[in-house]
Structure formats: structure tokens, C-alpha cells
């Protein structure tokens, strides 16, 4: 069975410009988690879905960012404008239940460079 | 606001050495949910384990063991016969459902040296 999807894997873009990070979740699984990982800010949860209606977004960092899940198998998170600070590695990460209750299985992550 | 403290940033010891990664937390939640994840040199994300703050009973997987003691607000993790394979950076977190979001430490790395 195929795990997380995330793509692109890598991207580069110029600060300004849009970014659109994709995650298909596994499939069956209800809940859907995206991460940022900075060597400043450490391991921070972003967004948080189950059954595809944001339950905890406080770590949104602000309205630059936005994150959809139109279905059960996929999702966005989107920066708009994007700059330098928001150059991290974003995890997306689904699970069969809501956050505490069951096992989250992690994509590869999409390393994000903003020059 | 919540809080997680792993105090130790890194630790090294020798294969087949038992090893404890101590993760200390603070909250004001009565129900919160506790987290340890594992990030190999790979970078990936592994997740370990999961505990609610109701069942305080120690867990243990193969060579893994966990220890809450919510007296002490601590959620320790111990490796027994640590291996090479182990080596990796582990996070623990908290979750208390509110407004904090999920709240990580800062992370230990662990060597295990062959």
C-alpha cells in the first residue's frame, strides 16, 4: 500500500511568488496533519484535519499560509506571498483517528527553499 | 502556556547500553495527550507513541519502554540494548487540545556508537 504522498518533494521559488504543497493522506485514514520543521523554530504542528474540517490551526503561523482539504484524499497547504523565513521542511503526516488517539504515518516532506 | 523541556540535547553511549531520553512537561490541561517521534539521519518522521493523560500505565515495544508518571510530569523513553539503528533525533510533545496546539521540545539527539 502507498503511504503519505507529498509533492514536490523539493522546490525552489523567489520570495513573492506562490507555493502549493500537496499531500494525499493513505487511504481509509480521517485525520491529516501538516508540520513545518525549521532549524530555528524546531518541529511545529501547522494544521490539523479529521474528516476534512480544520479541528486545531493555531500553529498557522499567519494569513500568508492556508491549508484546504476539499476531500478525503487530498490536500494543500498554500503560501502566498512566500519569503525567506518560511524555508523549512513541511511534513504531512494522516492517521486513521483524531490527534492522541491513533498512529500517524509521515510522508517524506517537501524541503521548501524561498530565496 | 504549555511547555516541554528535554533538557538533554545529546547523548552517546556505546551499543547494547540501556538509554533514557528524559522529556518534562507543563500544562494546565486536566486531558492532554503525550507524543514521541523519531527523525533518523534520513530525516524522515517516525512517530512512536502516543499516551493520554488518564492512562499512566508504562508501555513497552520490543526494546522500547516509556514511563509516565503524570506525579512528576514526565514522560520518559528508554532504549534497552541500544543499536547503531537507534541513532536519530527524538521529539516528544503535548497536545492539551486547546489554543497551545501541539507543543514540542526541542529534541535529543542520540548517538549510539558501534
Known amino acids: 500500500d502507498a503511504g503519505v504522498i507529498q509533492s514536490p518533494r523539493h522546490e525552489v521559488t523567489e520570495m513573492g511568488q506562490e507555493v502549493t504543497l500537496r499531500c494525499k493522506p493513505i487511504?481509509?485514514?480521517?485525520?491529516l496533519f501538516w508540520y513545518r520543521q525549521t532549524m530555528m523554530r524546531g518541529l511545529e504542528l501547522l494544521i490539523y484535519?479529521?474528516?476534512?474540517?480544520?479541528?486545531?490551526d493555531s500553529g498557522m503561523p499567519e494569513d500568508r499560509f492556508s491549508a484546504k482539504m476539499p476531500n478525503a484524499s487530498f490536500s494543500t497547504l498554500k503560501i502566498q506571498p512566500s519569503e525567506p523565513r518560511d524555508s523549512a521542511v513541511y511534513f504531512c503526516?494522516?492517521?486513521?483517528?483524531?490527534?492522541?488517539?491513533?498512529?500517524?504515518?509521515f510522508g517524506p516532506g517537501t524541503r521548501l527553499t524561498v530565496l | 502556556a504549555q511547555k516541554v523541556t528535554q533538557a538533554q540535547t545529546e547523548i552517546s553511549v556505546v551499543e547494547k547500553e540501556d538509554v533514557t531520553l528524559d522529556c518534562v512537561y507543563e500544562?494546565?490541561?486536566?486531558?492532554?495527550?503525550l507524543f514521541w517521534y523519531k527523525q533518523p539521519p534520513s530525516g524522515e518522521l517516525v512517530f512512536l507513541i502516543r499516551r493520554n493523560s488518564f492512562d499512566e500505565q508504562n508501555e513497552i515495544s520490543g526494546r522500547y519502554s516509556w514511563n509516565f508518571q503524570k506525579s512528576t510530569s514526565s514522560f520518559n523513553f528508554t532504549i534497552t540494548a541500544s543499536q547503531v539503528v537507534d541513532s536519530a533525533v527524538y521529539f516528544c510533545?503535548?497536545?492539551?487540545?486547546?489554543?497551545?496546539?501541539?507543543?514540542f521540545g526541542k529534541g535529543t539527539h542520540l548517538i549510539i556508537q558501534p
Open positions: 500544562t494546565r490541561d486536566t486531558t492532554y495527550y
Open positions: 510533545a503535548l497536545w492539551g487540545g486547546g489554543a497551545d496546539g501541539l507543543t
Open positions: 484535519f479529521n474528516n476534512n474540517v480544520p479541528i486545531d
Open positions: 487511504s481509509g485514514h480521517n485525520s
Open positions: 503526516a494522516s492517521s486513521l483517528g483524531a490527534l492522541g488517539t491513533h498512529t500517524q504515518y
